[in-house]
């Protein structure tokens, strides 16, 4: 519960209503929040039939952005391979991961960030098999 709260405070203070983020830090807040988001509202999970347009991006961006010597690229994998329950599971860790992270290098708070995470979406994200609805 702590956690939320701490990653609530954060992104309240470093994301816009709309758009992209100032900062580093505000835009890894962010495409962490649309994981969580797009799985516990729409159950869209990275690599998987709409979440592949909905969370790849957010994915990829952070895994691109972060140091590699942490945890969070490790969690970021297992999105990737993941099904319920244990998806839920590492949004929850990736979001503590990501609070930690931050909190750990202050300079993420005022470090301008020009690019937006859906700049890490590839044309194949919209390009996946659903199936066929009967109406």
Known sequence: MQVI?????????????????????????????????????????????????????????IDECVDQDTSIPGIIDSLWCSYDPMYGQQIE?????????I????????EPCTFDFWDWAKPEDCDYDEEEEEW
């Open 5 to 61: 709260m701490e990653f609530n405070q954060l992104f309240d203070a470093l994301v816009p209503a709309q758009g992209k983020a100032g900062t580093l830090g505000g835009e890894l807040l962010r495409a962490t929040a649309r994981l969580g988001y797009r799985y516990l509202n729409d159950g869209d999970m990275v690599g998987r039939d709409y979440g592949n347009e909905t969370c790849n991006a957010a994915a990829r961006f």
């Open 93 to 101: 860790a990736l979001a503590n991961e990501m609070v930690i992270y």
């Open 103 to 110: 909190k750990e290098r202050p300079w993420l708070v005022t």
